[in-house]
């Protein structure tokens, strides 16, 4: 596996689970770039997602929970999952409709019960869970060297080696490692390890982190157009986030990170109580068309799980179930066609 966010963590548990041997690549620190920075919003039904991504992420949202709990029972960690649900503030030209529905009947009640200390305002809401994913990270690290996944760390993966067109093993910066099979897992660093070039680039993200004055101040995830609000079970409460096209700079920015502060203070006057407690720019894994990379490559012995944008947390599940079915050469149970590392070439 190239790659330890939660994508090849994921897989590599499972693959291990199966009996595989299975060796983790890391070029830093395990769990530490995308999965790290990301906000963990399980977004399973949105207007921005693809189409053709809907199917897969509705089935990796059901498997959430089991998920969790696997990692749970095999860490000893909690992961923070949270089912409170989502409210969400739509624009003010789709202020009056979603699907169909008025908005004042998709409230499970009124919103100065659900959430007092939210601005009044039209809003609906959507049973979606949360997850925290440094703590589901870190678990899935516990759960990986409990399960036997072995880790290589800090020694980035320089090219994958062949010998007659077929996959041997991988060369990294210090070493070389012999494996019969290969998965490409690095994220927005995909593309750089010969001998295909995967067309993902890296979005940057910002994000803050708020001390909540108590730790009960917002139960649900708010999503508006200005910001995202993500309470943790714990009194932070994380908000977020750009999508800028800043190549590998993962320096965050004064002025954005105060127009952050200043969306989640509109919408929760009460946060003005609340202390910041950090900062942090991360690099989701983009691709020319938004959709993940996975699948089998035209090189024998190598595959492709990455690309997953802003849903690398959400798919994790899915993924690394699909993966596991295609590696072993068995059919998968959804349509990768879409997915397909050969639509690049």
Same mark, same amino acid.
Request: proline share 8%; net charge neutral; glycine share 8%.
């Given at each position: 596996?190239?790659?330890?966010?939660?994508?090849?963590?994921?897989?590599?548990?499972?693959?291990?689970?199966?009996?595989?041997?299975?060796?983790?690549?890391?070029?830093?620190?395990?769990?530490?770039?995308?999965?790290?920075?990301?906000?963990?919003?399980?977004?399973?039904?949105?207007?921005?997602?693809?189409?053709?991504?809907?199917?897969?992420?509705?089935?990796?949202?059901?498997?959430?929970?089991?998920?969790?709990?696997?990692?749970?029972?095999?860490?000893?960690?909690?992961?923070?999952?949270?089912?409170?649900?989502?409210?969400?503030?739509?624009?003010?030209?789709?202020?009056?409709?979603?699907?169909?529905?008025?908005?004042?009947?998709?409230?499970?009640?009124?919103?100065?019960?659900?959430?007092?200390?939210?601005?009044?305002?039209? &809003?609906?809401? /959507?049973?979606? %869970?949360?997850? +925290?994913? $440094?703590? @589901?990270?870190?678990? *899935?690290?516990?759960?990986?060297?409990?399960?036997?996944?072995?880790?290589?760390?800090?020694?980035?993966?320089?090219?994958?080696?062949?010998?007659?067109?077929?996959?041997?093993?991988?060369?990294?910066?210090?070493?070389?490692?012999?494996?019969?099979?290969?998965?490409?897992?690095?994220?927005?660093?995909?593309?750089?390890?010969?001998?295909?070039?995967?067309?993902?680039?890296?979005?940057?993200?910002?994000?803050?982190?708020?001390?909540?004055?108590?730790?009960?101040?917002?139960?649900?995830?708010?999503?508006?157009?200005?910001?995202?609000?993500?309470?943790?079970?714990?009194?932070?409460?994380?908000?977020?986030?750009?999508?800028?096209?800043?190549?590998?700079?993962?320096?965050?920015?004064?002025?954005?990170?105060?127009?952050?502060?200043?969306? &989640?203070?509109? /919408?929760?006057? %009460?946060?003005? +109580?609340? $202390?910041? @407690?950090?900062?942090? *720019?991360?690099?989701?894994?983009?691709?020319?068309?938004?959709?993940?990379?996975?699948?089998?490559?035209?090189?024998?012995?190598?595959?492709?799980?990455?690309?997953?944008?802003?849903?690398?947390?959400?798919?994790?599940?899915?993924?690394?179930?699909?993966?596991?079915?295609?590696?072993?050469?068995?059919?998968?149970?959804?349509?990768?066609?879409?997915?397909?590392?050969?639509?690049?070439?």
């Amino acid at each position: 596996m190239v790659g330890g966010g939660i994508i090849g963590l994921s897989l590599a548990i499972a693959l291990r689970k199966r009996s595989a041997t299975v060796l983790l690549v890391e070029r830093g620190q395990p769990g530490r770039e995308a999965s790290h920075a990301a906000g963990g919003m399980l977004v399973d039904c949105s207007l921005e997602t693809p189409s053709a991504l809907q199917s897969m992420a509705e089935a990796s949202a059901r498997m959430y929970p089991q998920f969790a709990h696997e990692i749970e029972v095999e860490s000893g960690a909690k992961v923070d999952l949270r089912d409170d649900g989502t409210l969400v503030i739509p624009p003010p030209e789709h202020v009056h409709e979603r699907r169909g529905f008025p908005v004042s009947e998709l409230l499970t009640a009124p919103l100065t019960e659900l959430e007092p200390e939210l601005i009044e305002q039209p &809003a609906f809401y /959507l049973r979606e %869970r949360s997850v +925290d994913p $440094r703590s @589901l990270s870190s678990a *899935a690290i516990k759960a990986a060297k409990h399960v036997g996944v072995d880790f290589s760390s800090g020694d980035p993966v320089n090219s994958v080696s062949l010998s007659d067109g077929r996959v041997t093993g991988v060369v990294t910066a210090k070493t070389s490692f012999l494996a019969s099979k290969v998965v490409n897992c690095a994220g927005a660093w995909s593309g750089q390890i010969p001998p295909h070039s995967f067309p993902t680039r890296p979005v940057k993200g910002q994000m803050l982190c708020l001390a909540m004055p108590t730790r009960t101040l917002l139960r649900h995830v708010i999503r508006s157009p200005k910001a995202y609000l993500i309470p943790r079970s714990d009194g932070r409460l994380l908000v977020g986030a750009t999508v800028e096209e800043a190549g590998f700079d993962k320096r965050t920015d004064l002025d954005t990170i105060q127009r952050l502060h200043r969306a &989640a203070l509109e /919408l929760v006057p %009460r946060l003005r +109580d609340a $202390r910041i @407690l950090e900062d942090w *720019a991360g690099l989701r894994p983009g691709t020319p068309d938004g959709l993940p990379i996975l699948g089998a490559t035209a090189t024998p012995g190598y595959y492709a799980a990455t690309g997953h944008f802003r849903d690398g947390i959400l798919l994790a599940p899915i993924t690394a179930k699909l993966m596991c079915a295609v590696i072993e050469g068995s059919q998968p149970e959804l349509d990768l066609a879409a997915f397909s590392p050969s639509r690049f070439l």
